[in-house]
């Protein structure tokens, strides 16, 4: 495929990861709308017929109606003379293949969250009509803040065979499901469910649930082995998101739950009572679904799946099957299950929202976010509610310096409040700290009591208190304004050139239009003018 600028009506930047037997990415943007997206650029197909474009077209109508958050929306597509283009949402973020092997694993309540999401996804694109095929972690693309996951590069038929159905490689065929194997099978729901299942064994353990370093063996292992349970692999992973996982790797598909809502129902269920402790009790109870724990015991073995076993009839009965013993066993069973799955403590939630803080990584500080919002809502007595409502005002302040910083690098529209915030930022990095504080103090007062705006407002309030903390406001505005000109000169003086004309540049855009401060301004543009004089002449 030949280098081009443009097509259709989108201009091309920058490519967005390798080219491959699939065409290449490209970061571009509409030339009329402004508007950023992420285009597959592929080359037509030779023999590509009139009614293939068609039905090519019609694929893509369905395709643009996939409207879900936790799917990436396609805006459209065609073909110029050369080339054909899909057209997709540009997320600021990384695919998940990426962040795993920088990490080396997720934690298992990240993992638990972005599975629910997944699940959630999945059964939206099932119930359109869709089949993904290919779930694998370079087909999960997460947001820069942690907040979003969503799957991309859905296909039907005429798309799949445009864009080029070459043969998965080693790397990509690790999650595929066994039935994809078989040519005379079509992959279907349960197929997906495998490779939720894999791409949770990938989360969890960082590594997929089979390996080998030939196709043929990766071949056997997946249609004969049992990948290593994930509960043995990570100490800290609960028995109850392992049995999850090892249900959706089951070979048969007729075995894994019957849909991705079953998942979401396990997921929930999970969530809704989360065990407390790790280590034997917890694996003495392997094997258990949380599902099995709903009153309904027939409601759950029909969502999970699952066959009630036939009860037989023994002659000779032995100690251990006699039924009093049985009785006991289940009490005991039972009961170490209902301990297991009680609501977190006060004190555990903290404990758990503290060891992912801890961790300063962005998708930590979500999963984090989870528990501080049940310590909150569950204990909103309690003596840790004070330090958990801090945390929670923290995690969104630092959501909201992401966000501003991402829609500045591309270029996105601000709000109100963010458009004041990001211009006391400036006045507080040139230095004029009294503009600042003046400028963050009417952020509280004109925006103190809306509560959408509590992030932005929390913000302006932390950095009113840092610049007060630093007797910044002592200098009146004019006497600073003196000294960053007596600075600039300085430093033009000893051939810092680019110093002394950042600062210029400073009071130019900072104070034009404030009339008290005209004589700065003009004497900021006068020196300007002087270094743009030998360019002009050199010129000419």
Known sequence: MPPQSRIGPFALEAPLGKRSSSGQVFRAIHVEQRKLAAIRVFSIPMGLTPESRQEFSSQLVQLKQLRHNGIVRCYGGGFDSRNAYLAYELIDGESLETIVRRRGCLSWETA???????????QYGHQMGWIHARLRPDKIVISNDGATVKISDWRKSMIASTIGNAPPQLNEAQFLAPEQFDSGLKPDEKTDLYGLGAVLYYMLTGKPPFSADRMDQLIRQIRTEAPPSVATAVFDCPVWLSAIVEQLLVKDPRQRPFGAAAVQLAFKEARRRQAQGVGVLQHATAGFSPLQLKANRDEAEKMMA??????????????????????????ACIGSIVWLMLPLGERALRERAERLLANGDSLDWQGARGFLDELVENYPTAENVQWAQERIDVIEMRSAERRMERNVRLGNRHTEVEQLYLKAQEFEQFGDRATALDKYRGIVDLFGGQEE???IINLARLQMQKIKDASAT???????????????????TEGKTLEAKKIWEGVVSLYRGNQDMAPFVEQAERRLDALREPTRKSKS
């Open 453 to 455: 705006h509590r992030p």
């Open 112 to 122: 638990q969250d972005y599975g629910q999401s997944l699940a959630e996804a999945l």
């Open 306 to 331: 699952a066959k009630p076993k036939k009860k037989r009839k023994r002659v000779d009965t032995p100690f251990y099957e006699r039924t009093w013993v049985l009785l006991f066993g289940l009490v």
């Open 474 to 492: 002592a200098t009146g505005l004019q006497e600073f304004l003196v000294t960053q000109m007596k600075h600039a000169d300085a430093a033009y």
